[in-house]
């Protein structure tokens, strides 16, 4: 049987070919709408703007107790009861709610300011997060079972209101003051879809307190909380330092790349969606041969795909944005290696989430966040916003070398292939520098690009024997 015949039948590849065209039509509207924001708001208010994301994103960590995290084991631990266990785990995170809004506006009793924000844009990016975690709590359930269309269905939905509200009230309302027109704009938005979340969870578990829940819950979140923080400090935290080191106009530059790299990020998103609950399966069944023929041709498509993606995301870039944001573009290369990275490390962390060791999964992701943290504070004032993509993509490469070893040590054995990850790390890293030295030069990057397919192309019929993907994978 053909590689293609078996992909064909394969429900992991299914659920990787939907989650990946529905993420890429959900954030393809996201991507387009990119010039509109660029080009309704100053450099300095897109700076802003993002740097209210930064801390929306970081906020929802906390206030949902990052309990999204327990919903993959809850599903195979409380199989018969998951409903009840949903909304009893979301009763849990009502009060962690309640509780950072009285701390919050305690503080400012106290003081005016809390982050650049004032009380008002404070509260909206408290109301913004929580509905953020709620979509994210529903969407763990979605993913373990399968359910890519609701999947996607909500994302849709949520990301059509969340800009176009955004982009209505920023150009009529608030037309004076965008960067709150866009804050207004995604709390009402996923404020609503929260909500309808949240009472159909309700009204489905109809469970509020159960202690047994909360302590599973928690044994398993918990630990997440640091990790969690520190993959958005890996992620964020060079946003608010160019914002508050080198001005809001160069927050708004590397913000806008950053974005760019969306394509990239939604490819390693999707596949990663449909990895999970597979891999679930078939550790549960322990296919280990199975496990490491299939990483084996994952890790080689990926590859493949993020070469072309890094090529072609240095033009969009150019393309989709006035040429005051074109010193930026050389960012492109490391902000794209730097997801290579990420979805190497999905591999191992994968493990350690099945094996529910989240405390040395959150271990390793502060370390890599520590010092992610420490090389921005040297090298972003000497060397500005490319340093800022590098010392990220670094981090993500010692996060990866953390938890590679790790995984291996809680299964006891070696589930993935190892010389496949390091050849396809040189390919990255080769080609990278190739990109760096032909930024300017279109025809010859396309040139190289073609060169490295057509090597792929041919490693792949000289060893198509080893690439055989079992027909019946579920």
């Given amino acids: 049987m053909s590689i293609l015949t078996s992909l064909k039948k394969s429900n992991l590849v299914k659920s990787s070919f939907w989650y990946t065209i529905g993420n890429f039509f959900i ?169 309808a979340i949240y009472l159909m969870i309700m009204t489905k578990g109809k469970k509020l307190i159960d202690f047994s829940f909360w302590k599973y819950g928690l044994r398993i979140s918990v630990p997440l909380i640091p990790h969690a923080l520190a993959n958005v400090m890996l992620s964020q935290f060079d946003r608010i330092m160019i914002n508050s080191t080198l001005g809001p106009s160069e927050a708004g530059i590397y913000s806008y790349i950053s974005n760019i790299g969306i394509i990239l990020s939604v490819i390693w998103s999707s596949t990663n969606n449909a990895w999970v609950p597979w891999f679930y399966n078939e550790m549960e069944q322990e296919n280990d041969e199975k496990i490491f023929r299939v990483s084996q041709y994952y890790i080689y498509a990926f590859t493949t795909i993020a070469l072309g993606t890094m090529v072609i995301s240095i033009d969009l870039a150019k393309f989709m944005a006035p040429p005051d944001y074109h010193s930026g573009l050389s960012l492109v290369i490391p902000i794209s290696l730097g997801y290579f990275f990420q979805f190497l490390y999905s591999f191992p962390v994968n493990t350690e989430f099945y094996k529910k060791k989240t405390n040395y999964i959150a271990f390793g992701t502060v370390a890599s966040a520590v010092i992610n943290i420490i090389l921005n504070l040297i090298f972003i004032p000497r060397y500005g916003v490319i340093a800022a993509g590098y010392t990220t993509t670094i981090t993500y490469f010692l996060l990866f070398l953390f938890h590679y070893p790790m995984a291996k040590r809680f299964i006891g054995k070696q589930l993935f292939p190892t010389k496949t990850i390091i050849t396809t790390t040189l390919i990255m890293v080769v080609f990278s520098i190739f990109l760096h030295v032909f930024l300017d030069n279109t025809f010859v990057r396309y040139i190289g690009l073609l060169f490295i397919g057509v090597g792929v192309l041919l490693y792949f019929r000289k060893n198509k024997g080893n690439f055989k993907i079992d027909s019946k994978l579920k």
């Fill in 27 to 195: 954030k393809g509207i996201s991507f387009i709408t990119i010039p509109i924001f660029v080009n309704i708001t100053t450099q300095a208010e897109y700076g802003l703007i993002n740097n209210f994301t930064s801390f929306m994103t970081i906020f929802s960590l906390f206030i949902g107790l990052s309990l999204n995290s327990s919903v993959n084991n809850a599903s195979f631990d409380f199989k018969d009861r998951i409903k009840p266990y949903l909304s009893s785990i979301l009763f849990l995170s009502t009060l962690s709610f309640l509780g950072m809004l009285v701390i919050g506006n305690a503080i400012f009793l106290l003081t005016h300011v809390i982050f650049d924000m004032n009380q008002m844009l404070f509260n909206l990016m408290l109301i913004q997060s929580y509905a953020t975690f709620l979509i994210s709590y529903i969407q763990a359930y979605f993913t373990i079972h399968f359910q890519h269309f609701r999947y996607l269905a909500l994302s849709l939905v949520s990301t059509l209101l969340n800009i176009g509200l955004s982009v209505l009230l920023m150009i009529t309302v608030f037309s004076d003051d965008r960067y709150a027109g866009r804050a207004f704009g995604g709390a009402l938005a996923l404020g609503v879809v929260g909500l």
